[in-house]
């Protein structure tokens, strides 16, 4: 007799289209971040003409599962057949990492306001089925925290959790180039958005989320309010948009140096603390010292500052206030070592190459699958390099600076359940345009990384 597990499931509303998204109650106020999930998901596949979803090229990997997390079916989700193909995935607490992949649009909340209830309880879960190639997303889900435990029938918390269908994301993406229309006739189109599209622009720059928020019934009156808080301006925009506090294209951003240093820079800051006596500093988050660098920019809306710190993790930009408390205004994201980019998969072996950085030098990380147990006899004659620029041939690698692929050290801390990680520090500062390149044996390239962003 076959046995199947209990698994207590409920029926699980579908939202078909973003005007069904509007009707229920999910990451609609400050500070969710829960259609800002849904819209960043949508940069990361395709979706064919039959509701077909899968990965683009390089923004999943096999590997590590970045930027996702596997997880164990919550209790009121579809049962999946262990086939060890398929499985639920989620990007889980901001707390837990998450925040070191995402972009800032989607983090700047949990970086400024942490004390404000209801910035981590959104969630994206996913189902991934890895015997195809693309990877291919079977379900997308979206849920809250608070109610992400078995549901309880008594109080309805089941209804927290919707399944999303292909024609909604499909819907979204169709927002973010929607034939070069100008602002005016989307207005035209839809004229029920009235100020809260305008709302919505003067606070998101990227294409096509505005209009998803408006159009998704995002509280944007509420976080305009907010936002008009935090950087001195009117609550009720006396002059339409001309009176806004606009943060659309506002960035505090940390890039690297030829030399390996610390460059900060800061762009788009709202006019209303221009006239503020302010200062940009950079402080080591894991320190709860003073700055490491401080430089006042009363003023200057943009501007960048070469330090002589070395790029290292953990760095985070702070706009200050200078007055008697010198009162921070707003932090920047925290630098994660890899610069936010995704390993790429070695040629089809269970293992993977990131390029990061370690107190300013270029450095190189293996994931290695554990289940891959004969990586050190197929990975023998193998090696990494590390190149000026993408342009440069394979031979014409930094003097010196490579290693074999055996003689990586493990790093014990970083190494999971599921994988290992191996990792080379060269003696070569983390340049811009710099690249990692993985050799199979002589010149059999298997993997390039990004080029380290400019």
Not at 159 to 171: E, F, M, N
Request: charged share 20%; proline share 5%; aromatic share 14%.
């Amino acid at each position: 007799m076959l046995f199947l597990p209990l698994v207590f499931t409920l029926e699980i509303q579908t939202i078909n289209s973003i005007n069904e998204l509007k009707e229920d109650d999910f990451g609609k106020s400050f500070p969710q971040h829960g259609l800002l999930l849904l819209y960043w998901f949508t940069s990361l596949i395709d979706i064919d003409q039959i509701g077909i979803i899968r990965f683009k090229k390089g923004s999943y990997d096999l590997v590590t599962d970045y930027p996702f997390q596997l997880i164990e079916n919550p209790g009121y989700l579809p049962y999946i057949i262990p086939t060890g193909q398929s499985a639920y995935y989620s990007v889980d607490d901001l707390e837990d990492g998450f925040v070191n992949y995402l972009p800032f649009y989607i983090t700047q909340d949990f970086y400024n306001f942490k004390n404000h209830e209801g910035q981590t309880v959104d969630r994206l879960i996913i189902v991934i089925d890895k015997w195809y190639t693309p990877v291919r997303v079977d379900q997308v889900y979206i849920s809250e925290a608070s109610k992400y435990n078995p549901p309880n029938v008594t109080n309805g918390n089941i209804t927290a959790t919707y399944k999303v269908g292909a024609q909604v994301l499909r819907q979204i993406t169709t927002l973010t180039n929607p034939l070069d229309c100008q602002n005016k006739f989307l207005k035209e189109i839809f004229p029920h958005l009235g100020f809260g599209l305008t709302l919505a622009e003067s606070m998101f720059g990227q294409p096509g989320l505005p209009l998803f928020l408006a159009l998704s019934g995002y509280d944007l009156e509420g976080r305009y309010n907010i936002t008009a808080q935090t950087w001195s301006c009117p609550l009720v925009p006396a002059e339409g948009r001309k009176s806004l506090c606009d943060t659309s294209k506002l960035e505090l951003a940390i890039r690297t140096s030829h030399e390996g240093h610390a460059v900060i820079s800061w762009h788009g800051l709202p006019s209303s603390i221009l006239k503020s006596h302010t200062t940009v500093a950079l402080f080591q988050s894991s320190d709860r010292g003073g700055p490491l660098v401080e430089k006042r920019i009363d003023g200057q809306a943009s501007g960048a500052l070469e330090t002589a710190v070395a790029l290292d993790s953990g760095l985070q930009i702070h706009l200050i206030k200078q007055d008697v408390s010198d009162t921070t205004i707003w932090r920047g994201p925290t630098f994660s070592d890899a610069n936010r980019q995704l390993p790429v998969q070695v040629g089809n072996a269970s293992a993977s190459l990131m390029l990061f950085t370690r107190k300013g030098y270029a450095a190189a990380r293996l994931f290695i699958r554990k289940s891959y147990a004969t990586w050190k006899d197929d990975f023998y004659y193998s090696w990494v390099a590390f190149y000026s620029s993408p342009d440069e041939t394979n031979e014409n690698y930094l003097s010196r600076q490579w290693q074999w692929v055996t003689h990586f050290r493990k790093h014990k801390l970083l190494s999971l359940v599921i994988y290992d990680v191996y990792e080379y520090v060269s003696g070569t500062a983390i340049t811009p345009g710099i690249q990692a390149r993985f050799f199979l044996s002589e010149y059999d390239e298997v993997a390039r990384t990004k080029a380290w962003d400019m």
